[in-house]
């Protein structure tokens, strides 16, 4: 039996079982969320020992070669040594505006005493004692204030808290920028296409208006579902900038994003895709627009799943 040496304290791990739960099995907190490798608010360091190479997918070289590691996926096969993560993946961050963009949809702006590096559509990690939530950013780096888009989750407690409770000048801590899913400029002529459902929206906020101030010439298309009207937001804001910018058709949508996007004939192979929100709708508009023709290469993606829900299958 593998044995963990954590914060002052030794113990095995039990057939099968992951870093996180043996963590819990002996009453400590360490942040998570979707326990699935997808949103790596579990992130730790091991000092001593190597974690298994599954712990460490999707990380970069220099997080791998530092010994970081998924504790939610971690099944070790010999003793480790570990902590959390070095300070220098995290930032002191304070609440600078709360503002809400629809009933079940909150703005949130923070900001840091040092310019945090990041890519429009990347996201962060909320950290709280004992909680971490994964939002993306919908913000662009040159502004001042880092923006999120919080739907309000029935019994969520970071969303709960962010809701109802906290006020500008409250603080936290907040982890990485992570995340593949941002504009690049490698062809300014090529034809873009955004989908996302709900607060999916909040890294296509970002990325459309990163890749015009970059200066894409392509057109860009972008699609917001929602179940009912009550969960369009920014439809101001995203007709503003259509109008403002030719190339940029806003289309927010009541049906599915799927049947919206396919409805009509279209050449997909020389697109680009960005998909952002739920896993099941992400796979299925990554699923589709591959068999519709756009290769699989030119589709970027980000999925998180709500802390209470069950994991789903990584992209």
């Known amino acids: 039996m593998p044995e963990i040496r954590y914060n002052g304290r030794a113990f095995g791990i039990h057939a099968g079982e992951t ?20 949103c790596q ?8 020992g190597m974690p298994p190479a599954e712990a460490q997918k999707g990380l970069k070289d220099n997080q791998k070669a530092q010994g970081y590691f998924l504790s939610c996926v ?8 570990i902590g959390l993560p070095g300070d ?7 609440i600078a505006e709360l503002a809400r963009l629809s009933e079940t949809v909150m703005r949130v702006r923070l900001t840091t005493a040092a310019a945090l590096p990041y890519r429009a559509g990347q996201y962060v990690t909320f950290l709280r004692p004992g909680l971490s939530r994964s939002y993306s950013i919908a913000s662009l780096p040159e502004e001042r204030a880092l ?12 969303s709960g808290w962010l809701h109802g409770q906290a006020a500008v000048g409250d603080t936290l801590t907040i982890q990485g920028p992570l995340g593949d899913c941002f504009y690049t400029q490698r062809d300014a002529a090529q034809p873009l296409l955004l989908a ?11 990325i459309v208006r990163d890749a015009l101030r970059q200066g894409h010439t392509g057109p860009i298309l972008l699609y917001h579902g929602a179940r009912n009207a009550q969960g369009l937001y920014l439809v101001d804001e995203l007709r503003s900038l259509a109008a403002s910018h030719p190339q940029v058709a806003y289309h927010p949508t009541l049906t599915p994003l799927d049947e919206a996007i396919l409805g ?3 050449d997909w192979k020389p697109w680009r895709g960005y998909f952002c ?10 699923k589709k627009l591959f068999l519709a023709g756009m290769p699989m290469r030119e589709i970027f993606a980000d999925a998180f799943l709500p802390a209470a829900a069950k994991p789903a299958a990584l992209l």
Do not use: W
């Open 147 to 158: 923006e999120f888009h919080v739907r309000r989750i029935e019994g969520g407690q970071m």
């Open 88 to 94: 220098a993946l995290r930032v002191e961050a304070a």
């Open 19 to 38: 870093v996180l739960e043996a963590l819990e099995r002996q009453g400590e907190a360490v942040a998570h969320s979707c326990r699935a490798g997808l």
């Open 264 to 266: 009509g004939k279209r």
């Open 74 to 81: 971690a099944r070790p096969e010999q003793d480790l040594e």
């Open 277 to 286: 929100g739920d896993p099941a709708l992400v796979n299925v508009l990554k």
């Open 196 to 206: 996302g459902a709900g607060t999916g929206l909040a890294p296509l906020y970002g």
């Open 41 to 48: 608010s579990c992130l730790m360091r091991c000092s001593t």
